[in-house]
């Protein structure tokens, strides 16, 4: 079992930026991703970003790409989304996945673990 705690989500104006984090415990694995996706009220989960434990990313739009910067610390088992420039499109509940193998799809079916998320507000 892998256990992942999300935080820094806030209310935040648009235009500022913020960081989520999401810690990892539990069972060890050797090779893994981690994922971000966010869903907002009336929508679907979607994907935002998702990073291998060897560091390569992807993202899920050019959008999210200029603005977003996914990261992992994998001596704190950590990853982190840097996000900029928010708008209020952005406003959901930030989640983090955990993917026991390697493989940067979007699909959540594709990961095993979740968080159990954290809210970003963003005001106009």
């Known amino acids: 079992q892998v256990q992942l705690v999300e935080s820094g989500g806030r209310l935040v104006q648009a235009g500022g930026s913020l960081r989520l984090s999401c810690a990892a415990s539990g069972k060890t694995f050797t090779q893994y991703t981690m994922g971000w996706f966010r869903q907002a009220p009336g929508k679907e989960r979607e994907f935002v970003a998702a990073?291998?434990?060897?560091?390569?990313?992807?993202y899920a739009t050019d959008s999210v790409k200029a603005r977003f910067a996914i990261s992992r610390d994998n001596a704190k088992n950590t990853v982190y989304l840097q996000m900029n420039r928010l708008a209020p499109e952005d406003t959901a509940v930030y989640y983090c996945?955990?993917?026991?193998?390697?493989?940067?799809?979007?699909?959540?079916?594709?990961?095993?673990?979740w968080g159990q998320g954290t809210q970003v507000t963003v005001s106009s």
């Open positions: 996945a955990f993917r026991e193998r390697l493989g940067l799809g979007g699909s959540p079916r594709l990961y095993d673990y």
């Open positions: 990073v291998t434990w060897s560091g390569n990313s992807a």
